[in-house]
Nanobody, 123 residues
C-alpha cells in the first residue's frame, strides 16, 4: 500500500517562500497538491503526471508556485513563492495509483493522501 508523508509547512510572512515535500512509498502516477482552508472545500492547487512533462496550476497560484517530482527519489515538491495570506490552508499531497497520463482534477480522482501540513501566511 502506498503511503505519503508531507513535510515543510510552517508560518511565513507575506511575500516569503516555503517548499513542501512529499515522500512516497510505492508506485504512483499522477500526483497533486491540494489545500483546504477553514470552511472551504479542498481544492487542487497543482498537479503533475508521472513523467513530469505535464503540469497544472490553479489560477491563483500561477507564476508563484512550482510543482516538481523526482521518481528515483520518490519525492514530490511544491515550491511556493510570493506567498499571500489567502494561501493559508492545510496542504495535502495526493496520488493516483491508477495508470494514466492526464492530470487528475478532483478529490475523487486520487486514492492516496498524506496527513496534511499547515501553511500559515501572516500579513
Amino acid at each position: 500500500q502506498v503511503q505519503l508523508v508531507e513535510s515543510g509547512g510552517g508560518l511565513v510572512q507575506a511575500g516569503g517562500s516555503l517548499r513542501l515535500s512529499c515522500a512516497r512509498s510505492g508506485l504512483t502516477f499522477t500526483m497533486g497538491w491540494f489545500r483546504q482552508a477553514p470552511g472551504k472545500d479542498r481544492e487542487l492547487v497543482a498537479g503533475i503526471i508521472w513523467s513530469g512533462t505535464n503540469t497544472y496550476y490553479t489560477d491563483s497560484v500561477k507564476g508563484r508556485f512550482i510543482i516538481s517530482r523526482d521518481n528515483a527519489k520518490k519525492t514530490l515538491w511544491l515550491q511556493m513563492n510570493s506567498l499571500k495570506p489567502e494561501d493559508t490552508a492545510v496542504y495535502y499531497c495526493a496520488a493516483s495509483t491508477l495508470p494514466g497520463v492526464r492530470i487528475r482534477m478532483t478529490v475523487g480522482d486520487y486514492d492516496t493522501w498524506g496527513q496534511g501540513t499547515q501553511v500559515t501566511v501572516s500579513s
